[in-house]
């Protein structure tokens, strides 16, 4: 295994987390709206972002711990992400394009997704993660 992917984890790692954190900071920061006035309240979007933070999270620590189902679950997460933002960009080109110029994370996440996954999807990467024998108890 080279160098770049056995320290790459770690970078890897730091973007999930960061990744979910700004999510849960940005539903924190929406709460006080909503607690005001409750029809502003989507539980069921607040519950899947919830939801999709905690998977990135685990993800990240699983990336660290070298899992083999955090590998998988990362690459489907950041491939879906990166799909899912492009398909609203070209969809809505000229506004999604004024939107990210306008300081909104439109174009920020697919950025940096990008290297999160060819980080993930490299033949070193991936043969680390998958030629690596579970343990059922490890401490």
């Known amino acids: ?30 709460l006080p ?8 309240l989507s539980h069921a979007v607040d519950y899947f ?3 999709i933070s905690l998977l990135f999270l685990l993800c990240a620590w ?3 711990r070298w899992r083999k189902w955090a590998h998988g679950t990362a690459v489907t997460l950041v491939l879906v992400e990166i799909v899912f ?3 609203v ?19 920020l996440w697919p950025l940096l997704d990008l290297p999160v996954f060819v ?6 990467v991936r043969s ?3 030629q690596q024998p579970e343990m059922a108890c490890t401490r």
């Open 33 to 40: 709206k909503a607690w005001r006035d409750p029809g502003n």
């Open 62 to 64: 699983g990336i660290v």
């Open 49 to 51: 972002g919830l939801g």
């Open 89 to 107: 960009i070209i969809a809505f080109w000229p506004v999604s394009f004024f939107l990210g110029l306008a300081g909104h994370n439109l174009l």
């Open 1 to 30: 295994m080279t160098k770049f992917a056995e320290w790459g984890r770690w970078g890897a790692a730091a973007y999930l987390a960061f990744r979910a954190m700004f999510s849960l900071r940005e539903m924190i920061a929406a």
């Open 128 to 130: 680390a993660y998958w």
């Open 119 to 124: 980080w993930l999807v490299m033949p070193d």
């Open 85 to 87: 933002f492009l398909v």
